[in-house]
């Protein structure tokens, strides 16, 4: 219980801010009814945990059951069992549905919806990205523009070698 308690010490030393403009934890119950230290429910630099949240910029770990929504930018991994929305995502995003508008690093889920630019990596049952640039893996891939490759049941790619192809589809 000591080294839990020193741990979680340690862990808040480290990631407390200097002011109070962001929070370094956050505990949400749903939407915006949260709590967090400092007292920023909008801007996290640590820790985001609940059952739903919905937080305008995260730098660090975002963790929700049942959705975790970042209205701006997410830095670093966001994980919820269900639903899983981010703006600008710069590191890992998880969820039964991920979705975001730009993606810079993985996306991991079911189904993962990146509405336009996805530079890294896509992997779940559908994929779909407008600008991709790196590596879908699912049973079914979708990318307006490829700059990568995509390997699948079935790979839509519109500038891709084939505009659909079977297994491995893709452009360099």
């Known amino acids: 219980m000591k080294k839990l308690a ?5 862990f808040m030393a480290a990631v407390l801010p200097a002011s109070a403009e ?3 934890l956050k505990l949400s ?3 915006e009814i949260a709590v967090a230290v ?3 429910i909008h801007d996290v630099k640590g820790v985001d945990l609940g059952i ?3 937080t305008a910029t995260v730098t660090g770990v975002q963790f929700d059951f049942l959705f975790a929504q970042t209205e701006y930018e997410l830095t670093g991994v ?3 069992w269900i639903i899983n929305l981010a703006n600008q995502v710069k590191g890992a995003q998880l969820g039964l549905l991920a979705k975001n508008d730009d993606l810079m690093g993985a996306q991991l889920g079911f189904v993962n919806l990146s509405m336009h630019n996805a530079t890294g990596l896509q992997w779940g049952f559908f994929n779909q990205a407008e600008y991709m640039n790196g590596l879908q893996l699912g049973f079914v891939n979708y990318a307006k523009t490829i700059d ?3 390997i699948g049941l079935l790979n839509i790619a519109e500038n891709g070698w084939f505009p659909a192809m079977v297994l491995v589809n ?3």
């Open 148 to 150: 990568g490759l995509q």
């Open 78 to 80: 966001s994980m919820s």
């Open 6 to 10: 020193l741990a979680v010490a340690l």
């Open 29 to 31: 119950l749903w939407d």
């Open 22 to 24: 962001t929070g370094a």
């Open 170 to 172: 893709g452009r360099f």
């Open 38 to 40: 400092p007292s920023n």
């Open 52 to 54: 739903a949240s919905k």
